[in-house]
């Protein structure tokens, strides 16, 4: 039985599942990583083999994606290759958890994914992964209650603000935002590291005064909230801090949040980043390739789970610069056309 070592964490890390290593398993090990390097990929798992996909918070994107993923590889595999999503603080954290080998393949927002490989900001040194491909865009979802007075980020002075999970993209966003908008997000807001389930309580019973959010849209938490609050809540207009947000990272980009994601009457321009599976960069060529042709074959399932992973396009797959792709999963779009 082929193993890959993981650990399958729910919240902040209470519950583990640790499957043991043995010789030839995915572990990191140099010498696997090296004999990986010189076979043939054949693109197919033959043994039993399970691999832990970390996500993000429980009622975002990343999570559902990820649960639908999980069982669709076992599908695509005859229950070969097996997968278990974990809810986590998502990219920062993900990336870090992927590189200890605790979990096999991490959701992660493009401009971590960048920093992760480069070893700047949140890391101290480029971190060993790779990339299986670009999926679907993520949104910044800057949310503010109507009576906060708040109408720019730089309004939020002094104001309570959740910016995201601890070691979160969303977080590395927030505090970008924040000192974009001339704000120093240790001093000038009351920051309150939330993650998004705890932070939708504190914007319906008040003790929040604004959020921010990167995820694909429509986003569960963020739904409840509009149907829920209604017009006691609205979004911010951040497109005027895209500039200074793409002299930091160039994957920054315009977009806009559609008025029937969250019938907010009104279309609302927002920054919009990638998103990208990495994983590490000795995983099993196979599997990832599995995995990789998984993603694609079954987007329309992953859809149907949320509507976010109809931006997953094999047209953008191969735009992982300056993340390498895995080899694995350079072969399985090569067998997809994927230019």
Known sequence: ????????????????????????????????????????????????????????????????????????????????????????????????????????????????????????????????????????????????????????????????????????????????????????????VQAQRLDLTKTVDGMKDGSIDGFFWSGGVPTGGVTDLFTTAGDKVKFLDISPLLPKMAELNPAYQAGTIGKDIYRTGVDVPTIVVPNVLLVRDNLDADVACVITKTVFEKKDTLAQANPAAKGIDLANARKTDPVGLHRGADRALKDLGAS
């Open 1 to 188: 039985m082929r193993r890959i070592d993981v650990r399958i964490a729910a919240g902040v890390g209470a519950l583990a599942l640790v499957a043991a290593g043995a010789a030839g398993c995915g572990g990191r090990q140099d010498g696997a990583a090296k004999d990986d390097a010189a076979r043939e990929i054949t693109c197919k798992v033959t043994k039993d083999t399970r691999v832990g996909i970390a996500t993000g918070n429980a009622t975002g994107v990343y999570y559902v994606v990820g649960n639908a993923l999980a069982g669709q590889l076992s599908a695509a595999t005859g229950g070969k290759l097996t997968g278990t999503a974990a809810e986590t603080g998502a990219s920062v954290q993900n990336v870090e958890q992927l590189v200890a080998g605790q979990y096999d393949v991490a959701f992660s927002l493009f401009d971590t994914a960048v920093n992760a490989v480069q070893g700047k900001d949140s890391f101290s040194s480029p971190q060993p992964v790779k990339a299986l491909a670009r999926i679907y865009d993520n949104y910044t979802q800057v949310v503010v209650r109507a009576d906060s007075g708040i109408t720019s980020v730089a309004g939020m002075k002094g104001k309570k603000i959740s910016t995201g999970s601890p070691k979160s993209g969303t977080e590395v966003i927030a505090n970008r935002l924040l000192t974009a908008a001339g704000l120093d997000p240790a001093k000038d």
